[in-house]
């Protein structure tokens, strides 16, 4: 049976979105998210969806992979969504008004979780610890721990695929020990209870693997590599990226 793509991680392959150097692929991402939540409803909106659509297009990942991605705060979004529709003060009811908010507020925070796993999916976590270590390279001249900032990232985009495997594989013990992790509600969180405590233990005792390790290779936190230039394909989704944020979230409509 072939195993399912751990959520997060990086796939290799040699689509458009996996040739764009690391730096654009980031610069990318920020004004994806600036868009998405200055966007007008609902033409800005559109306009910031069709974007996700070409990057996913661009970088070959399934729709599916957004709606996986966003399965974890899936109880959260619902309750906020929930909060902004019901209406406890003056005249009880439903809001179509809070409603339409709380759905767009979801909506604003599903596309950034998109962009950001086209991102994860297209760049390895060693690319985007230097990439950022070079775009923050003006912030070491004032005495900023660029490199140190860049390697905690790195560890945490690493750790990311990691935690996903983790439960995967507490969540088969703890089945196959007789925990019922399904049912109602109260079943549910009484037995992913057995599986979050193993996971906090099993993420912490990487951790402190990985410092021992760093501390054995005497690791400072300094980076010295070069930034090398931007080659023409990354200009160009550059300059078409910033129109297409400026076009999301100007508001022309």
């Known amino acids: 049976m072939r195993k399912r793509a ?16 690391a730096r654009v692929k980031i610069a990318l ?19 910031v969806v069709a974007g996700l659509a070409a990057a996913l297009v661009a970088s070959r990942t399934s729709p599916l992979t957004v709606l996986r991605g966003l399965r974890p705060a899936a109880v959260i979004l619902g309750l906020s969504v929930l909060a902004n529709a ?9 809001s179509l008004d809070g409603l339409a908010r709380g759905v767009t507020a979801v909506a604003r925070i599903a596309l950034v979780v998109g962009f950001a796993l086209v991102l994860s999916a297209t760049t390895m976590p060693t690319a985007v610890a230097t990439a950022l ?3 923050m390279a003006p912030l070491a001249r004032l005495g900023a721990p660029v490199g140190a900032i860049a390697t ?26 007789g925990a019922v ?9 009484r037995g992913w209870r057995q599986v979050l405590v193993p996971l906090v233990v099993a993420l912490l005792r990487r951790a402190d693997e990985l410092a021992e390790a760093l ?6 936190g300094e980076q010295t590599s070069m930034a090398e230039p931007l080659r023409p394909r990354d200009w160009a989704a550059l300059v078409i990226g910033a129109a297409w944020a400026l076009a999301a979230a100007l508001p022309l409509h």
Do not use: K, N, W
């Not at 994806?32 to 033409?43: E, H, I, R």
């Open 6 to 21: 751990i959520l997060g991680a990086y796939v290799g392959g040699d689509t458009l979105a996996h040739r764009l150097d």
């Open 181 to 189: 992790l399904d049912g109602s509600l109260l079943v549910t969180l």
């Open 215 to 220: 501390c054995d290779r005497c690791y400072t």
């Open 29 to 47: 991402l920020v004004m994806a998210t600036v868009a998405a939540f200055a966007a007008s409803v609902p033409v800005g909106l559109a306009v």
């Open 133 to 135: 270590s070079q775009l």
């Open 152 to 177: 905690a990232t790195s560890v945490a985009l690493r750790f990311i695929p990691l935690m996903g495997s983790e439960v995967e594989r507490i969540r088969c013990a703890q089945r196959a020990r």
């Open 86 to 94: 019901v209406v406890l003060v003056g005249q009880p009811g439903l």
